[in-house]
């Protein structure tokens, strides 16, 4: 028996293939399971390729996982096109659906053999036990229930759940299709023992949730009572969330006309004096940025989730890519500072969301969360998330000697300084985007502009001291690893293999992008011989950003690729015992 499976499936638009994915997690997680599910497919509107990939474990699952345990295919032509999302190995079973026409000597996978090899009738199995072709999804779940004994308890009652407003005779005929993919299951077994373990007993409550949602949920603990925003793939789920829950909460919620629009209500609402918030991809965060420099020069809190896409433009909307870092930390004109935060996980996304507000608010700046589609899409089973460790931080508000006065941008030791809101008495001060005396009156002072500037920069140094937004381990190792976002559970499992291998890596994965946090990367780099950056973008990006901000190894290398093409744990391993010469 296994721990781990590994399952991937492809077809058509409208196979059923990601509700198969979705019903089998929703059963894992019945079941005492972690478990991982990504969904991949073209950005065609309707039609066109789909896929999942469920990975399925007895403990904590860090990542997707690499090389399939399982492939079903139900179109060949669909399932090629998603080449490296999809990797068969000589230990993968594939199952297949027989009407494809092809013999399973012949399957059209270069260079490869499987272990096993098995085509089935899916579409005349569901067409006789439910009298549909739409079941076939759910003679899939059977056969793979029967095969690798996966929650095979829990799927009918999922079916029956998924099924109930559609009526009995609905609800019967998926069960019928079900039934049918489990029977055939037991009369040909496969030539290979890889059923999954049973869950650990008694291992309690697990949340079933993804990333766009979980984010949602944090921005309301953390006090959001305002979103602005626009429809955006792959963001929209945050504003759909927000959209049913925020009101419940005395919040409000705009879907404007466009992505600037969207911001600039969130901006008004800071200055309203509520916490706001925006999400966006990266074509949205491109028309973002002229109000995000409004918020910096008004010192006016603000939280911009950016829910990274393959790109530039249109690029590739459904796909995951790392590559607006540049994008989230260079794209203001003049002397901007803007924090940049990144997850690394599902379940982390709700404390870097809560983390992003304190920070707004504390240091009266927008913050950019740069989640990515992987983890905004990807359904993950994690622990529960206890809400009684966070702290929220509320915006530094006049007292009523301050606003005897009020000097909204006054000069202090630390940076910043009160802020008020319409209808405070005494609290009135011009918020604009030119540049301004402690007033907030227009100035064209050159002296001026340089305070004011050295303000708004040198109030966020604390920031770089900030070491729990750092994950760091084997502090004594002579090579060392750094990654972020989703692929830090990539690099995490890498580490794990190196490890059991004898093998000793330092790791390094920032949570805090930027401002960049120099001294901590020189403790990093002070053991070090050699480092890996590991990242999915074609140009490296974070393995620039550190070098323009500090001083490195000698041999200092990336690991970078373009989104939809995944860099598995295996192949992180593989870089790393080279530079250690292993």
């Known amino acids: ?49 789909s896929s999942c990939r469920l990975r399925v474990s007895t ?27 999809l990797p068969v190995g000589p230990d993968t079973i594939v199952i297949y659906e027989t009407k494809t026409g092809v013999e399973p000597a012949a399957i059209p996978l270069r260079g490869v053999t499987p272990a ?28 793979l229930a029967g095969w690798f004994d996966l929650a095979r308890d829990s799927i009918p009652a999922g079916i029956r759940k998924k099924f109930a407003k559609k009526g009995d005779a609905v609800v019967h005929a998926n069960e019928q299709a079900f039934a049918a993919g489990l029977e055939y299951a037991a009369k040909n077994p496969l030539p290979v023992d890889r059923r999954l373990s049973p869950a650990e007993a008694g291992a309690g409550r697990r949340l079933l ?94 939280v911009c989730v950016d829910v ?49 507000f304190n920070i707004a608010e504390h240091y009266q700046t927008p913050v950019i969360v ?16 206890d809400t009684s460790g966070f702290k929220l931080v509320e915006r530094l508000r006049p007292t009523a000697a301050e606003l005897e006065n009020y000097t909204r941008f006054r000069f202090t030791e630390s940076g910043i300084s009160p802020l008020s809101h319409p209808g405070m008495k005494g609290g009135n001060y011009l918020a604009a985007g030119i540049e301004h005396d402690e007033r907030g009156a227009p100035t064209a002072s050159g002296e001026m502009h340089a305070r004011m500037n050295d303000k708004r920069l040198k109030k966020m140094d604390p920031l770089r001291q900030r070491r729990d937004l750092f994950v760091v381990g084997d502090p004594d190792a002579a090579v060392g690893l750094i990654s972020w976002g989703s692929i830090a559970g990539v690099t995490l499992e890498a580490l794990q293999l190196a490890r059991t291998g004898g093998l000793k890596i330092k790791l390094l994965i920032p949570k805090l992008l930027y401002p960049v946090a ?65």
Not at 523 to 535: G, I
Not at 543 to 567: D, Q, Y
């Open 209 to 302: 949730t993804d990333g766009n949602d979980l984010c949602g949920a944090a921005a309301l603990f953390a006090g959001c009572k305002f979103f602005g925003g626009y429809p955006i793939t792959p963001a929209t789920e945050i504003m759909q969330y927000l959209g049913r829950e925020i009101w419940k909460r005395g919040g409000s919620l705009l879907q404007a006309e466009d992505e600037i629009a969207g911001v600039a209500a969130a901006v008004g609402a800071s200055f309203a004096g509520v916490k706001a918030m925006t999400a966006t991809s990266g074509p949205g965060l491109s028309l973002k940025t002229e109000v995000l420099g409004l918020a910096s020069v008004a010192e006016l809190p603000l």
């Open 518 to 582: 120099d001294e901590i990367y020189q403790d990093f780099f002070a053991s070090l011989q050699k480092c890996l950056v590991v990242e999915q973008s074609h140009q490296g990006q974070l393995h620039r950003l550190i070098r323009m901000w500090t001083s490195v190894p000698a041999e200092f290398h990336s690991l970078a690729r373009s989104g939809a093409n995944p860099i598995t744990p295996a192949q992180v391993l593989a870089e790393i015992r080279k530079l250690a010469g292993r």
């Open 308 to 356: 990274q896409r393959g790109g530039p433009s249109t690029g590739m909307p459904t796909k995951p890519e790392q590559a607006d870092l540049f994008a989230a930390v260079f794209s203001a004109h003049g002397d901007t500072v803007r924090p940049v935060l990144a997850p690394i996980s599902v379940e982390d996304i709700f404390g870097i969301t809560v983390e992003a």
């Open 1 to 49: 028996m296994v721990h781990d499976l590994i399952i991937g499936m492809a077809g058509s638009g409208g196979d059923g293939i990601v509700s198969a994915g979705e019903s089998l997690i929703g059963a894992a997680a019945a079941e005492g399971y972690f478990a991982i599910l990504t969904k991949s497919f073209g950005s065609q509107i309707r039609g066109g390729e």
């Open 116 to 143: 096993a090899v098995m085509a089935v009738p899916m579409e005349d199995m569901a067409l006789k036990a439910a009298g549909a072709l739409l079941a076939k999804n759910n003679v899939v779940l059977g056969l």
């Open 59 to 85: 403990r904590k699952v860090l990542n997707p996982g690499g090389t399939l345990d399982v492939a079903v295919v139900l179109n060949w032509e669909d399932f090629l096109k998603f080449g490296a999302e």
């Open 370 to 385: 740069l989640s990515d589609q992987e983890i905004a899409q990807r359904k993950e089973i994690v622990a529960p998330i």
